[in-house]
């Protein structure tokens, strides 16, 4: 393809021949091709494999229990619920930490002590 106007520090205009005409195309830039063996992909070849497993069987056994167990759905039920009922629970605030309790200290426990900078 020829470069247009642009040098190679803006990217190049390429023209790109359509069945319906032209299309002009810019191409800022482009990545290397990356070479990695089978034994450099194996891990990521096998966790896609078994991502893929597991997907299939979690949808063949959601398949076989409602065909087994479904009785009746009426989706309408879970319209009535309100929102928060499926809203993720609120992560815990950062604030304050708790206050000490008001039980007394388990027996043998060392009693504060006054000292030059003061009790404890």
Do not use: C, N
Not at 46 to 58: D, F, G, H, W
Not at 85 to 103: I, K, M, N, V, Y
Request: a positive charge; charged letters at 25%.
């Amino acid at each position: 393809m020829t470069s247009l106007g642009y040098g190679s520090d803006r990217g190049r205009i390429e023209p790109l021949r359509l069945s319906s005409g032209l299309a002009i195309v810019w191409r800022r830039g482009s990545l290397p091709a990356i070479e990695r063996s089978v034994a450099q992909e194996a891990s990521a070849i096998r966790t896609v494999l078994t991502r893929e497993r597991l997907e299939s069987a979690r949808k063949q056994l959601l398949t076989d229990l409602r065909r087994q167990r479904l009785k009746s759905l009426d989706t309408q039920l879970l319209e009535d619920l309100p929102d928060a009922t499926f809203a993720p629970a609120p992560a815990p605030s950062r604030g304050l930490p708790p206050l000490p309790s008001g039980h007394p200290a388990p027996a043998g426990a060392e009693t504060p002590q006054p000292g030059e900078r003061g009790t404890r």
